[in-house]
């Protein structure tokens, strides 16, 4: 029987203890570049609703909040002071014309009688000079019937454009006056909607290489959570000067906002999409090390030992990283543990699916 020393050394070396470490696999795909930036949701238009000629409002035919199309009524003054103006005109009208027909049957019997010296020339331009004056007075009441005709149909108001109605900011039954009114109600049109948003004024050359390639698309996300997209969008321009005191340049991108999604006045976060890098190799923020000599990641190898690999990250987003130096795209990686390893650590390797994609990194229904 051996005892003490001889004893271990008939046992044989205690095999080396394994480190638990979560992996995961680098990948190769398309990278799309995205520039953030903050942003307000603004209506294309708000259009507020007055009338243009004073009486008392007598409906709101549509609801707070309403939906609406061009054209629809959405409010209604009282007609009947400006039907009976026109009624007056038209009845005006016809008495002038009745004197002009008249003054003109003169005029001819006149000119008649001149031609056979029954009749002195003075009458004759005397009874011109009214039928002129009677035909200026007919187009007087030709304006007086088309300005009583405008009022009247000022008296229905119709929405200009497409858009939501506000709150009523007038009840039915109150005296409307066009050198007082606040307005009826207004109308905002929230489909299309846009969006204004700020970038750093070093991005702005990169966003015109991208506009001058095609559509940049643009995403809109909740400004609680990102990860909620609201909507994509296309941007439309860059404003016309750079803010000297921030060093930004506002942005605006059209959405088409079918859903409601956004909302003017909202603040979103928004995100342009500037370039694609394509055939990228891409691992998980989560493994890459920050060491002494710069960037690194630990490659669990075939015997399950792990080697300190130095990268170079070209490009980061939402969890994932563009090795641009160090990973072909084929390696398994580290993804948690690392704190208890050091290259030839032999370890036992939980595999974690790489699930997360450029495509992922923007997951949301857009709106």
């Known amino acids: ?155 229905t108001i119709r929405a200009p454009i497409n858009g939501r109605v506000s709150l009523y900011q007038t009840d039915v039954g109150n005296l409307i006056e066009v050198s007082t009114q606040t307005g009826i109600v207004s109308i905002t049109q929230d489909k299309p909607i846009a969006v204004v948003f700020t970038l750093p004024e070093a991005e702005l050359g990169q966003v015109q290489v991208a506009m001058a390639r095609g559509n940049v698309p643009v995403l809109a996300a909740n400004s609680q959570d990102s990860s909620r997209i609201l909507g994509t969008g296309t941007l439309l321009t860059p404003d016309n000067t750079i803010s000297t005191a921030t060093g ?3 942005l605006k991108a059209a959405f ?35 060491g002494p000599d710069g960037l690194f990641v630990y490659v669990v190898k075939p015997d399950q030992t792990v080697a300190q690999q130095p990268i170079q990250v070209g490009y980061q987003d939402d969890g994932l990283s563009v090795v641009t130096k160090g990973l072909s795209g084929n390696e398994t990686v580290v993804l948690s543990g690392q704190s208890r390893l050091a290259p030839g650590t ?20 857009p709106g």
Not at 63 to 82: C, F, L, N, S
Not at 128 to 152: G, H, P, R, S, Y
Not at 264 to 276: A, D, I
Not at 346 to 365: E, H, I, M, N, W
Request: glycine letters at 4%; proline letters at 5%.
């Open 256 to 290: 088409d906002n079918p859903q409601d999604r956004l909302w003017p006045g909202e603040f979103v976060n928004t995100r342009v999409q500037v370039n694609t890098l394509h055939a990228a190799v891409t691992v998980s923020t989560r493994a890459v090390q920050h």
């Open 248 to 250: 930004t340049i506002s």
């Open 1 to 155: 029987m051996l005892y003490g020393a001889g004893a271990a050394q008939a046992a044989g070396p205690s095999p080396q203890s394994q480190v638990p470490v979560t992996t995961t696999a680098t990948k190769v795909q398309d990278v799309p570049v995205y520039f953030d930036g903050l942003g307000t949701v603004q209506a294309y238009n708000i259009d507020e609703i007055k009338a243009q000629v004073n009486g008392i409002l007598i409906a709101l035919p549509v609801r707070e909040g309403q939906e609406v199309h061009k054209g629809d009524v959405v409010a209604e003054i009282d007609p009947t002071p400006y039907k009976a103006a026109l009624d007056q005109a038209i009845a005006q009208r016809a008495e002038d014309m009745a004197q002009l027909y008249s003054a003109r049957l003169d005029l001819q019997r006149y000119q008649n009688l001149a031609k056979r010296s029954f009749a002195p020339i003075q009458q004759v331009d005397d009874q011109q000079a009214t039928v002129n004056k009677l035909a200026a007075a007919v187009q007087l009441d030709n304006a007086a019937i088309e300005t009583a005709q405008f009022n009247l149909n000022n008296c």
């Open 346 to 365: 032999r370890v036992a390797a939980t595999l974690q699916p790489s699930t997360q994609t450029a495509a992922d990194s923007d997951s949301g229904s």
